[in-house]
């Protein structure tokens, strides 16, 4: 089978790195891919948003499954492009349509699916440019810390986190009359706050059954002490030690299933991973968040930990069967500690050698921002996050510490990583 994997982060890597151990591949190509992409398959220089460019290449290279990484093409319609056209309608495109990426790229939408079926989530109110006034006296009439949620997609940016109330009503006429997100701000989600841990939970469905992926955390604040910025993410580990039996089947009853018989009862199809950002309080699962994809570096930890064929996985999401088919998954705990760039989540500069590549030890490397230079035969740095090291042991602190220790030994000028990703779980 010829596959297109469309993205070019850790998580493509990590899909990339799988999908090259299948059996059923003949060739790979991931679009536009990096350095570490290269050697699961062929990079192809294609933008993931020209649905015509994509289209040609797909018919050329007589591609039969289409593997989408990244939210912006699904929001966007992809998997529709695909289904109306006669030539492209035979290749299974793995992600869903536009009306269920809304779950992703409308919170409003979301808020509203999980409201009507009943899935425990904050309570919230949305509101517009019309509606700021009511927004404002809203603000007064509950309590902080205030949760304001852009409801379209802002690249990770668009929730903000107010203590004060004067400063969430600025934010939210910024957002609502000021165009703060753009488009992303025409509308506000206003939330109660949810004191408690994260995790993100995912499966793999055909939109009838689904098969549960293993439960990971990522650390999103680019300080220690989850501290500072809000970054894409600084690393995993995967399986989460309080997402035991009890609290798992919590979250499948009231959360997973609730949410396919939604998509079904509302007609909705839908292919893919979807990814449930959760969050326990006091022992009770609520969502955070929808996401129609893998996250973010949670792929970097929980794709190692699946053992089974995922293609064999995809074409079960493909052909609506995969409850046929059977995930077995690595029991040892694995850990993905991600290295950056100096100055991330704020300006970086780019192009600085990585050296000890092939000097690291009992991990995998899965590169995100890095670009190999013909010219000089070097791989270099090329974005904000460059690479994620991901270690497996009987231990979570034990796969920490050999990603640490293959974080000094992986090198690049201005290199930056936090040392203390979960430290909130011991
Ligand atoms: P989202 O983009 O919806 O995942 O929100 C980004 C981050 O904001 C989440 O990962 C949480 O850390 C935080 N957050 C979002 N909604 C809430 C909430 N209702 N209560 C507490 N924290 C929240
Ligand atoms: N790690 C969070 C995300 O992928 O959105």
Not at 187 to 193: D, L
Not at 295 to 302: C, I, L, T
């Amino acid at each position: 089978m010829n596959i297109l994997l469309l993205g070019s982060g850790g998580r493509e890597h990590a899909i990339a790195w799988k999908i090259a151990q299948s059996k059923k591949l003949s060739n790979l190509y991931i679009a536009p891919g990096n350095a570490g992409t290269a050697k699961c398959g062929k990079n192809i220089d294609l933008s993931i948003s020209d649905f015509e460019q994509i289209k040609d290449f797909v018919l050329e290279n007589k591609i039969t499954m289409l593997i989408v990484g990244p939210e912006v093409p699904l929001v966007e319609g992809i998997h529709d492009y695909f289904l109306q056209d006669n030539s492209l309608k035979r290749v299974s495109v793995i992600g869903p349509q536009k009306e269920a990426a809304k779950l992703e790229g409308s919170k409003n939408f979301a808020k509203e699916f999980m409201k009507k079926f009943n899935i425990p989530t904050a309570s919230y109110k949305t509101f517009d440019k019309n509606s700021l006034n009511q927004g404002l006296k809203f603000l007064e009439s509950i309590n902080p810390p205030y949760v304001l949620k852009a409801d379209g997609l802002a690249a990770g940016k668009g929730v903000i986190i107010c203590n004060k109330i004067e400063e969430a009503k600025f934010e939210l006429t910024q957002m609502l009359k000021d165009s703060k997100f753009g488009k992303a701000s025409e509308k506000v989600v206003i939330e109660e706050f949810l004191d408690g841990i994260e995790l993100s939970v995912f499966v793999l469905t055909d939109g009838k059954s689904y098969k549960i992926l293993p439960s990971a955390k990522d650390y999103k604040r680019i300080g220690e002490g989850d501290t500072g910025l809000n970054t894409g993410g600084m690393g995993s580990i995967s399986p989460v030690p309080f997402a035991e039996e009890d609290f798992m089947r919590k979250i499948e009853e009231r959360i997973i299933k609730p949410t396919i018989d939604g998509l079904n009862s509302e007609n909705i199809s839908y292919k893919g991973f979807i990814f449930f950002g959760l969050i326990n309080v006091k022992n009770e699962p609520f969502v955070i968040e929808y996401n129609v994809r893998m996250g973010d570096p949670e792929a970097e930890s929980v794709i190692p930990r699946i053992k089974s064929d995922i293609v064999d996985l995809f074409e079960g999401v493909a052909n609506s069967n995969i409850s046929e088919k059977t995930i077995e998954i690595d029991p040892r705990f694995a850990a993905a500690v991600m290295l950056v760039s100096e100055g991330y989540p704020g300006s970086y500069q780019k192009g600085k050698v990585i050296s000890g590549l092939e000097k690291k030890i009992d991990c995998l490397v899965f590169h995100a921002g890095t670009i190999f230079d013909q010219s000089d035969d070097q791989t270099k740095t090329n974005g904000g996050r460059i690479i994620a090291i991901t270690s497996f042991a009987d231990s979570m602190p034990k796969a920490l510490e050999n990603s640490y220790k293959n974080a000094e030994i992986i090198d690049f000028e201005g290199k930056y990583y936090r040392k203390d990703l979960g430290f909130d779980l011991f």
